[in-house]
């Protein structure tokens, strides 16, 4: 079993930036792809980035490029979003995910394990 905790939202003006975190045990991660997904009220959940635990290579949703960087500290079983000039539509209660088989990393339905969700809101 994969238990999967996030940290570090909470409400920024619209320009700056926060670092979340999502703290992974229970499994060995080598082989794993791990995600970031966001939902705003009244949509749909989304894709935001990806990366694969070894080898590290990064996957971005077209809305956060440039913006949004995914990284991961192997010793530690973590991986951040850090997430620069912030705007008022990145307001989501955001999920870290776990998926082992490298299937379609866009879509959630390919990740099993997820955690509880840390809301970031950012004010205009």
């Known amino acids: 079993q994969v238990q999967l905790v996030e940290s570090g939202g909470g409400l920024v003006q619209a320009g700056g930036s926060l670092r979340l975190s999502c703290a992974a045990s229970g499994r060995t991660f080598s082989t794993y792809i791990m995600g970031w997904f966001r939902q705003a009220p009244g949509k749909e959940r989304e894709f935001v980035a990806a990366i694969r635990w070894t080898g590290g290579s990064t996957y971005y949703a077209d809305s956060v490029k440039g913006r949004f960087t995914i990284s991961r500290d192997n010793p530690k079983n973590t991986v951040y979003l850090q997430m620069n000039s912030l705007k008022p539509e990145d307001t989501a209660v955001y999920y870290c995910?776990?998926?082992?088989?490298?299937?379609?990393?866009?879509?959630?339905?390919?990740?099993?394990?997820w955690g509880q969700g840390t809301q970031v809101t950012v004010s205009s």
């Open positions: 995910a776990a998926q082992r088989f490298g299937m379609n990393l866009y879509s959630d339905s390919s990740y099993a394990y």
